[in-house]
């Protein structure tokens, strides 16, 4: 007897949850190293920890670009995946490897601009030159940070999602100890503050990176979809082929990561308070924001899969329970935003102004969590087809052309404040959700139906 369409849309749904958790763990674990280092350089001084966001600011604004060209592996590995083609996916993590390295090139060169671009930007020299020398420490770890990048992206387009889960969770207990070595000089080293907390980043990213390769070689994690190096991981054709991909990717990532970089500058020009109540519900955001997205890692790779088995129906309808578990998960997160928001913010802050402005924002987060859960995954299935220029489109049109501009104006022109900002940011992110949708829906069954050049 043929299983019903409840059935099939259960085993999709159990598929995808083995497949997110891992993900969201590793997600978390990454995000709780960042608060982690946060309270650490926070007893060393409120200089301190100034010099590290604005550091951070730029450190991630770069990884960004180069973070989002590599996820152009996911569709053409989960597809090769998919197909049984492990000879395409073992030569597209080699391209990626190279990409990675040419990356890393590129990073390391913006990084070591830093301080010049924090001054061009307006902020304070002592806190820019501080930032530099904290950023300039990390330097030798771009090349691990990104080929580990370029290998995790691979493992999971083959539905190994533990490996990364695991060196992660540890690379937290390698992160506290290095810190409170160099951070405050212990085991014989130096207290080096600021620049202690570098080059525990560092160190960790080194180990990190050079565990994970160590534990899919040990384990045999690349058998299967590897062959031996030779000079086609160099073929610019194929270099192309990923770039072709992943440059859309990374625009689309940057766009956004950059729209919300902006909402914290128009934040600051409200007042001091109205920033605080700002960073404090985006944080909030952020966190929740962890499981859609690894939702949305999961649906990229099971459509991956799908596609290159030849199986476009099913390919949809992963696709759909994926968008469909991405809005379930943050319509409880905005009901909980909704529910506690005027407990949350009291987690930051005993400032009474502070977390009633917060309080007063988070019901418009909590519609802007539900969109924020449908476009993410829309965003991973167009990597898993392998389109993902709409997503760019959408997220131009979306965050620039209106979202940002309308907050803005409603913000600074207009009685409603903070809040102001957030229905614009909100409105924005409603329109990207809706885009994408559309553009799934009205796409029919031929986008699911092609595998990536070859």
Not at 151 to 170: F, G, K, N, S
Not at 222 to 249: E, K, N, T, Y
Not at 265 to 285: D, E
Not at 409 to 434: D, F, I, K, Q, Y
Request: contains cysteine.
């Amino acid at each position: 007897m043929s299983p019903t369409s409840s059935e099939m849309i259960g085993s999709e749904a159990r598929h995808l949850l083995r497949l997110a958790v891992p993900v969201v763990t590793a997600l978390l674990g990454t995000m709780m190293m960042g608060f982690v280092d946060t309270l650490m350089v926070g007893r060393v001084s409120v200089d301190a920890l100034a010099a590290v966001a604005i550091a951070n600011f730029w450190i991630f604004a770069t990884l960004q670009i180069a973070l989002g060209v590599l996820f152009g592996l996911d569709p053409i590995v989960a597809q090769a995946h998919g197909a049984g083609d492990g000879r395409s996916a073992g030569l597209a993590l080699q391209q990626g490897i190279v990409l990675s390295a040419v990356l890393s090139a590129l990073v390391i060169f913006l990084w070591s601009l830093s301080e010049n671009v924090l001054l061009a930007m307006g902020q304070d020299p002592e806190l820019s030159a501080a930032a530099h020398a904290y950023t300039w420490v990390q330097l030798p770890s771009v090349p691990f940070l990104l080929g580990a990048a370029a290998l995790r992206q691979y493992l999971q387009a083959r539905e190994l999602v533990r490996p990364a889960m695991w060196v992660v969770l540890i690379a937290n207990l390698w992160n506290v100890f290095f810190n409170w070595v160099f951070i405050f000089g212990h085991m014989g080293a130096p207290a080096l503050g600021l620049e202690g907390a570098g080059i525990a980043t560092s160190l960790t990213r080194i180990l990190s990176g050079l565990a994970l390769v160590g534990l899919v070689w040990s384990r045999g994690y690349h058998l299967g979809g590897w062959v031996r190096w030779s000079r086609a991981a160099w073929d610019p054709a194929g270099l192309r082929r990923l770039l072709a991909i992943g440059i859309p990717i990374s625009l689309q990532m940057g766009l956004e990561m950059w729209a919300f970089s902006g909402s914290n500058l128009v934040a600051g020009w409200l007042g001091a308070r109205a920033l605080a109540a700002h960073t404090i519900v985006l944080n909030l955001a952020s966190i929740t924001f962890m499981m859609p997205l690894g939702i949305a890692q999961g649906t990229a790779v099971r459509v991956g899969n799908l596609i290159g088995a030849g199986e476009p129906e099913r390919a949809r309808r992963a696709s759909w329970v994926g968008i469909a578990a991405g809005a379930g998960i943050m319509t409880l997160s905005a009901l909980l935003f909704v529910l506690l928001r005027n407990v949350l913010p009291q987690a930051y802050t005993p400032d009474a102004a502070v977390i009633a402005l917060a309080a007063s924002i988070l019901p418009i987060a909590a519609a802007f969590q539900v969109f924020d859960g449908i476009q993410v995954v829309a965003c991973g299935v167009l990597r898993g087809i392998g389109r993902p220029r709409p997503a760019a489109l959408f997220n131009l049109i979306g965050y620039w052309i209106l979202g940002l501009p309308i907050g803005i104006w409603l913000s600074l022109r207009t009685s409603a404040g903070l809040a102001g900002l957030w229905w614009g940011l909100a409105g924005g992110l409603a329109l990207v959700a809706t885009g994408l949708v559309a553009w799934l829906a009205l796409s029919g069954r031929g986008a699911f139906s092609e595998r990536v050049a070859r």
